[in-house]
């Protein structure tokens, strides 16, 4: 089965401080793995893409094939960070998007 | 062009009654896609169009949606007989396909249903 998965509904942490969000998947072929923003009152809108292997916002992302895991992370992080961020991937020949259920980010002053 | 619009942006209805919605796509983006989120939950695909063809539709899209594209412009997603089980936020994205790597999907705002 196709399955994203992200443990934690909720991360709070404060200003400056490391983040990492959590994200698993399950599928069997070569995925396109994503993570998606959705700031307050916001649309969702694409942070980065695996294929990319860039740095937006200072977030990073490094697909695992072994561990089959494409954690989201920040040396340093910003209160306007505050937001819903949702891991997702793409099966290979197909477009639909699959989410996970998304971890809210919450940064303490 | 300000991006994806859906209209309405709410919708309160009773339980029974028909609903549709409206996506407007990027103007020069070839195909529109369909989500359900509901609370506490990522966004679930429905359906998606390229151009006017319909070309992929999930299994919680019951016999009681239906998705039309019919200029493979614009497009509808219209409820009927609504159930509680409806309520959500209706999503719609929309891309330009045709490279190599998996295009960009560019959300709407949503609309926001509420069956009571």
């Known amino acids: 089965a196709q399955r994203v998965t992200q443990p934690e509904k909720l991360l709070s942490v404060f200003k400056g401080a490391p983040v990492e969000l959590k994200c698993n998947y399950s599928y069997s072929g070569s995925p396109e793995l994503f993570w998606y923003v959705q700031y307050s009152r916001q649309r969702l809108q694409l942070l980065l893409r695996?294929?990319s292997r860039e740095s937006i916002k200072g977030f990073t992302a490094d697909l695992n094939k072994g561990e089959t895991s494409f954690h989201l992370k920040k040396p340093f992080a910003q209160e306007e960070d505050s937001a819903m961020y949702y891991c997702a991937l793409v099966p290979s020949s197909a477009s639909k998007i699959i989410f996970g259920s998304g971890t809210r980010l919450s940064i303490r002053p | 062009d300000t991006g994806v619009s859906q209209d309405p942006r709410h919708k309160i209805t009773k339980r029974g009654q028909n609903v549709t919605f409206r996506c407007d796509p990027i103007s020069e983006h070839n195909r529109l896609y369909w989500y359900r989120q509901t609370l506490g939950q990522g966004p679930e695909f429905l359906t998606y169009?390229?151009?006017?063809?319909?070309?992929?539709k999930s299994r919680l899209l019951s016999d009681r949606f239906s998705a039309e594209r019919p200029k493979g412009s614009f497009s509808t997603l219209e409820i009927q007989r609504t159930e509680q089980g409806d309520s959500a936020m209706y999503l719609c994205?929309?891309?330009?396909?045709?490279?190599?790597?998996?295009?960009?999907?560019?959300f709407g705002p949503g609309t926001r249903l509420l069956v009571l």
């Open positions: 169009f390229q151009n006017e063809a319909q070309l992929e």
């Open positions: 994205a929309s891309s330009l396909a045709g490279g190599l790597s998996q295009e960009t999907q560019y």
């Open positions: 695996h294929i």
